[in-house]
T-cell receptor, first 117, second 114 residues
C-alpha cells in the first residue's frame, strides 16, 4: 500500500549543530507535506508544511525541501537548541487507495531528536 | 483559543467495559479524525469524518465506533475494549478532508485496558 518512510528513527546532535530528517513517499499524486513536532505528553504540533508547487520553504531555523521527481522531502533544523528535542513526524497526502479521488494524510513512524547541551 | 479537546486524558479500565472518549473542536472544521499511536508503528488512522453524519473507516477500525451528530464533536466508542486496544489516542481536525490541509491535534488520551 501507499506509505511514508522516515529516517533516521533516532538522532542525537550537539547543541548548535544542524539536524536533518528525511522522508520518502510512494504516491506520485501526493501534493501536501507537513511536518509535526511532538513533545512529551502533548499531541503533534504542525511546525512547517510544503506543497508540491514549491521546492523549498524556510521559517527561521527550520526549512523543508521537496524533490517530487525522487519522491522525497527533508526537514532541516539549524543551530539546534535543547528545546528542539522531541519526536518529529513527516506526513504526505496520499490517495486512500489506488485511483481514489480522496486523500488522507499518511504519517512516517517518527524521529526522536535529542539535542545535547 | 483554537483547540481540539479530548477527555479523559488518562483511563484505566477492564476488558469488556464500554467506554467513550470525547473529542471537541472549536474551529468550525469539517474534517475530524481519530488516530492511535503505538511504539514503532507511528500514527495510524482509526476512523475519520468528512462532515456531520459522514464517517468512514481508516486503516485500523476493528473494535471501534464513532459518530458525528454535530460538527464540533467526534466521540470514539469502544463497545467491548480488549487489552490490544491499550494505546495513546489522538483526535485531530482540519478545515476540509482533502488531505492538503494542516491537521490540529488534541493532547491525547492514554488508555489502559486490563
Amino acid at each position: 500500500g501507499e506509505n511514508v518512510e522516515q529516517h533516521p528513527s533516532t538522532l542525537s546532535v550537539q547543541e548548535g549543530d544542524s539536524a536533518v530528517i528525511k522522508c520518502t513517499y510512494s504516491d506520485s499524486a501526493s501534493n501536501y507535506f507537513p511536518w509535526y513536532k511532538q513533545e512529551l505528553g502533548k499531541g503533534p504540533q504542525l511546525i512547517i508544511d510544503i506543497r508540491s508547487n514549491v521546492g523549498e520553504k524556510k521559517d527561521q531555523r527550520i526549512a523543508v525541501t521537496l524533490n517530487k521527481t525522487a519522491k522525497h522531502f527533508s526537514l532541516h533544523i539549524t543551530e539546534t537548541q535543547p528545546e528542539d528535542s522531541a519526536v518529529y513526524f513527516c506526513a504526505a497526502s496520499m490517495r486512500r487507495y489506488s485511483g481514489a479521488g480522496s486523500y488522507q494524510l499518511t504519517f512516517g513512524k517518527g524521529t526522536k531528536l535529542s539535542v545535547i547541551p | 483559543e483554537a483547540q481540539v479537546t479530548q477527555n479523559p486524558r488518562y483511563l484505566i479500565t477492564v476488558t469488556g467495559k464500554k467506554l467513550t472518549v470525547t473529542c471537541s473542536q472549536n474551529m468550525n472544521h469539517e474534517y475530524m479524525s481519530w488516530y492511535r499511536q503505538d511504539p514503532g508503528l507511528g500514527l495510524r488512522q482509526i476512523y475519520y469524518s468528512m462532515n456531520v453524519e459522514v464517517t468512514d473507516k481508516g486503516d485500523v477500525p476493528e473494535g471501534y465506533k464513532v459518530s458525528r451528530k454535530e460538527k464540533r464533536n467526534f466521540p470514539l466508542i469502544l463497545e467491548s475494549p480488549s487489552p490490544n486496544q491499550t494505546s495513546l489516542y489522538f483526535c485531530a481536525s482540519s478545515l476540509s478532508g482533502e488531505g492538503n490541509q494542516p491537521q490540529h491535534f488534541g493532547d491525547g488520551t492514554r488508555l489502559s485496558i486490563l
